[in-house]
């Protein structure tokens, strides 16, 4: 099986034959952390408060406010207006440009909900808070700005930094994090040197460079009792998904050549 051999650019270190799956031990929160542990991390490093459970994840509100006249004024100055609906719910509109995707339409409105026992009364709450995203490219995770209403938001970026900053540098008492959040337009980076991880990587990534791009190994990854770790956890929840420390990842590279190795000989003909 050609395309399984470890001379496709993948060489067998000899020397360390025994590092296999059977004795590679990874320590949690020293080899390895998973994204949940990074996530906590950096809610711990910029003072942010984390919630999950078994099925989802979200940062807590750093701040909420009620829109009474003065913030619905400050808000129409900044064009995001309130729009008549046939339905008479209270709507706010970004109508600033907006990012165009092709194939969808912009989301950029706001939805309030009536108060209980009111006809006319809308609870026009918004939370602030920060949603995130793992960036390769900037090796860190960037927090990116949410104003969340009572029934709908936006889930576009742009209107979610309008509302964001809107709030935020109308309130001199807004916390520290608000501001530094509203004050980053493409988003907070937290980096993995923030939190004392330079040179993490995704397990992933590590195995994308293994490969060396041989789709076969690839595939042969998604089997099972090949590799360990494996690169391509069944679930993809937040404690599945693993980032590998620098100095463990020579370890795992290690492992993974004595393990395909250890392949190719058993299928051998």
Same mark, same amino acid.
């Given at each position: ?34 994204? &949940? ?5 950096? /809610?711990?490093?910029?003072?942010? %408060?984390?919630?999950? +459970? $078994? !099925? ?30 046939p ?79 809107? &709030? ?5 008492? /807004?916390?520290?994090?608000a501001? %530094?959040?509203?004050? +980053? $337009? !493409? ?11 330079g040179?993490?990587?995704?397990l992933?990534e ?22 360990s ?41």
């Amino acid at each position: 099986m050609k395309n399984f051999l470890p001379s496709d650019n993948i060489p067998v270190e000899k020397e360390d034959a025994m590092t296999t799956s059977a004795n590679l031990v990874l320590i949690p929160g020293i080899d390895t952390y998973t994204l &949940l542990d990074l996530l906590k991390l950096a /809610a711990r490093h910029k003072g942010l %408060e984390l919630w999950w +459970n $078994a !099925s989802k994840t979200f940062f807590k509100p750093i701040k909420k406010y009620t829109l009474d006249d003065r913030l619905l004024d400050i808000l129409e100055s900044r064009n995001i207006k309130r729009e008549p609906r046939p339905d008479l719910s209270f709507t706010l509109v970004d109508q600033n440009p907006q990012e165009i995707t092709p194939g969808h339409r912009p989301s950029n409105y706001w939805s309030f909900k009536l108060l209980k026992g009111s006809n006319y009364n809308y609870d026009l709450l918004i939370s602030l808070s920060v949603r995130y995203e793992v960036s390769t490219k900037k090796q860190g995770i960037i927090l990116l700005p949410l104003a969340i209403g009572t029934v709908l938001s936006p889930a576009d970026h742009l209107p979610n930094l309008r509302m964001f900053q809107a &709030l935020v540098e109308s309130d001199r008492d /807004a916390p520290a994090i608000a501001k %530094e959040i509203a004050g +980053n $337009a !493409s988003g907070l980076i937290v980096t993995w040197s923030d939190l004392g991880l330079g040179g993490i990587r995704r397990l992933t990534e590590l195995f994308h460079e293994f490969t060396n791009r041989n789709v076969a190994i690839e595939n042969l990854s998604r089997q099972d009792g090949v590799f360990s770790p494996t690169p391509h956890p069944y679930q993809q929840q937040l404690t599945d998904e693993l980032f590998i420390t620098e100095l463990a990842q020579l370890r795992i590279l290690k492992a993974w050549r004595n393990q395909l190795e250890a392949y190719r000989n058993s299928h051998a003909p």
